[in-house]
C-alpha cells in the first residue's frame, strides 16, 4: 500500500491535499471578492460617468439645436484617462460616426431607363452622378450605404477670458456607395468661435459650419442618431449648407422660452453640373475652404421658437418657424431654355411638436419619456425650386420600455409636391422628343416606421421599412414604388 492510500479508497498525497486545500482557499477569496467588486465596479463606474458628465458644459461642441451626446455617452468613455487628461488642458474630444443602409425590396427598374434621358436631352449628362439615363436615380434605388465621420476637437475659451467661449474644430469624413447622394471626401466640417453676450442671453457663432443641425431640428424627437423618417429638402434646395461654409449665427433668448435665431452665410451651390445641391457643393469646393465658390450666393435665415424642457407633470412644446432668402442665381424652371435664371429665392417653414404624454411624469429623467406628435411645413416658389411644397405628420414614442429608456419608436408621413413648372417641362420633353406617356409626377408621399435602440454608451442602432410612391420624381415605365429596408449603426467615440 502506497504511503496516502487507504483500504478501498484513493488519497492524494497529503502536499497534494493542501495544495488542494490552498487553492479551494483562493477560489473562495476569489469568489468573495468578485462579489464585493460588482458594486464597487458600479460605483466606479457611475463616477467615471457623472465626471464625464461634468465636462459636458464647457466642453461639448455648441451651437446645435438639438441636444449633443454626453462624453459620458461614448464608446471608449474616458479610456486610461485620455478624456478627462485633455480636459486639464481645455479641450474636449468627440466624434459622432452615423452610417446608414437602404435598398429597395420591390422588383423595379435599379437604374433610369435609357428612353427616358430627360435630363440628358435637356442638357449633356457631364456626370455619372446626374439623374440620367443608366444612373441611380435616388437613395436605395440600388442597395446603398453612406457613412459620415466627425471627430471634434473644441477648446475651452474661459481659459483666456471669454466666459463660456469655446473654439470647434471639425473633420468631415465621408463615405458613400453613391455619390450621387454624398460625395467620398475628407474635408472641413466646422472651424468656429461661440460665445455669449448681454448675460446669457445671446449666443454668438462665427466660421465655417454646416447649419443642418443648427436650424428647424428636423431631426425626429431631436435625437441626433435617428437618422429616418425626414425628407425634407427645400431648405437644401434653396442653399442651406450641408457642408460647411463661412458664416455667422445669433440667437437671442428673449426669455427662457422665446428665443429668435438669425443667420447669414454663404450659401451650398445651388445650380451646379449635376442638379444634386450636396455633390455640386463638394465638386466646386472639395476641401471646404474657399470661402465664396462659383454658383453661391449669400443665405439668410431668421427662426422664431417657442421651447420648453419636459419637467415633471409639464410635457414639452417646440414650436419654430421662420424665412429663408438666398441671393443666389437660380434656374428659371418655367422656361425652356436651361440656361434662363432668376435671381434670388425664398422659402418659409413651420415645426411644432408637442408631448402627448408623460409616461413617467414623477421624475426629472424620466419627464421625457412618452408619445409625441409633430408636424411641418416647407415651401418655396416653383418656378425657382424642384420640389414647391414639403409636408411631414409624425408621432414618436421616447422610451417605450421601462428597461430601455433611451430607445424610440417612431413613424412618419409626408408628402411633397413637385415644381408644376418642372412637370410640366418633363411631359411635354417626355411627348415631344420620345411620344410616350407624360414624364413627371405632380406629387410624391412616403410612410416609414422605425426603431431607434440605444444598445450600449455610444452606440445606436435603428432599423425601419419606408414606403414611397414616385421615389423617383419622373414617370418611366415600370418605375413603380419603393419599399426600402432601412438601417443604421450610429457610433459616438
Known amino acids: 500500500m502506497h504511503k496516502g492510500q487507504t483500504m478501498g479508497v484513493s488519497s492524494p498525497p497529503i502536499h497534494h491535499r493542501w495544495r488542494r486545500a490552498k487553492h479551494l482557499g483562493l477560489r473562495k477569496a476569489l469568489c468573495a471578492a468578485s462579489l464585493m467588486s460588482a458594486p464597487v465596479a458600479a460605483q466606479e463606474a457611475d463616477s467615471t460617468a457623472a465626471q464625464l458628465r461634468a465636462l459636458d458644459v464647457k466642453l461639448l461642441p455648441k451651437g446645435w439645436d438639438i441636444p449633443y451626446p454626453s462624453f459620458s455617452d461614448t464608446l471608449t468613455g474616458d479610456l486610461a484617462g485620455y478624456r478627462t487628461t485633455l480636459a486639464q488642458y481645455g479641450f474636449g474630444l468627440i466624434t459622432l460616426g452615423p452610417s446608414v443602409f437602404a435598398g429597395n425590396v420591390l422588383n423595379t427598374p435599379r437604374t433610369l431607363p435609357a428612353q427616358y434621358n430627360f435630363f440628358g436631352t435637356i442638357a449633356p449628362c457631364v456626370s455619372k452622378f446626374s439623374p440620367c439615363a443608366g444612373n441611380q436615380v435616388y437613395f436605395g434605388q440600388q442597395a446603398s ?75 425626429i424627437g431631436g435625437n441626433f442618431a435617428n437618422t429616418f423618417g425626414p425628407g425634407a429638402s427645400i431648405n437644401i434646395l434653396l442653399g442651406e449648407s450641408y457642408l460647411a461654409t463661412p458664416g455667422a449665427n445669433f440667437t437671442f433668448h428673449l426669455n427662457e422660452t422665446l428665443y429668435d435665431k438669425f443667420g447669414v452665410q454663404v450659401s451650398g451651390v445651388v445650380r451646379g453640373k449635376t442638379s444634386n445641391p450636396i455633390f455640386d457643393e463638394h465638386y466646386e469646393n472639395p476641401t471646404a475652404v474657399a470661402f465664396a465658390p462659383q454658383n453661391t450666393g449669400t443665405f439668410f435665415i431668421d427662426e422664431v421658437g417657442y421651447k420648453t424642457k419636459p419637467q415633471p407633470g409639464s410635457p414639452s412644446t417646440w414650436i419654430r418657424g421662420g424665412f429663408m432668402y438666398n441671393t443666389a442665381v437660380f434656374t428659371d424652371l418655367r422656361s425652356s431654355d436651361p440656361n434662363a435664371t432668376i435671381k434670388g429665392n425664398e422659402g418659409v417653414f413651420f415645426l411644432a411638436d408637442r408631448q402627448l404624454w408623460q409616461q413617467d411624469p414623477t421624475s426629472s429623467y424620466g419627464a421625457g419619456r412618452g408619445i409625441y406628435a409633430g408636424f411641418t411645413y416647407m415651401g418655396a416658389p416653383a418656378k425657382t425650386t424642384p420640389i414647391s411644397d414639403y409636408y411631414e405628420g409624425r408621432a414618436y414614442w421616447v422610451g417605450p420600455f421601462d428597461s430601455r429608456p433611451n430607445d424610440m419608436l417612431s413613424f412618419v408621413y409626408f408628402h411633397q409636391d413637385y415644381s408644376k413648372y418642372l412637370t410640366a417641362s418633363l411631359n411635354a420633353l417626355n411627348v415631344t422628343s420620345m411620344g410616350t406617356a407624360p414624364g413627371g409626377f405632380d406629387f ?48 459616438v467615440f
Not at 184 to 203: H, I, P, S, Y
Not at 464 to 472: F, I, K, N
Open 145 to 219: 450605404g453612406v457613412g459620415i465621420w466627425a471627430p471634434t476637437l473644441t477648446y475651452d475659451l474661459s481659459r483666456l477670458g471669454v466666459p463660456d467661449g469655446q473654439i470647434v474644430f471639425t473633420l468631415a469624413i465621408l463615405a458613400s456607395s453613391w455619390e450621387g447622394y454624398l460625395p467620398n471626401a475628407v474635408e472641413l466640417g466646422n472651424l468656429t468661435w461661440w460665445q455669449t453676450a448681454f448675460d446669457k442671453r445671446m449666443e454668438i457663432e462665427v466660421g465655417y459650419m454646416s447649419n443642418a443641425y443648427r436650424y428647424m431640428g428636423t431631426q
Open 444 to 491: 410624391a408621399n412616403s410612410y416609414s416606421i422605425s426603431y431607434l435602440g440605444h444598445l450600449a454608451p455610444g452606440l445606436y442602432a435603428q432599423i425601419g421599412l419606408s414606403y414611397t410612391d414616385h421615389p423617383a420624381g419622373v414617370n418611366y415605365k415600370n418605375e413603380g414604388s419603393a419599399l426600402l429596408i432601412q438601417g443604421s449603426i450610429t457610433t
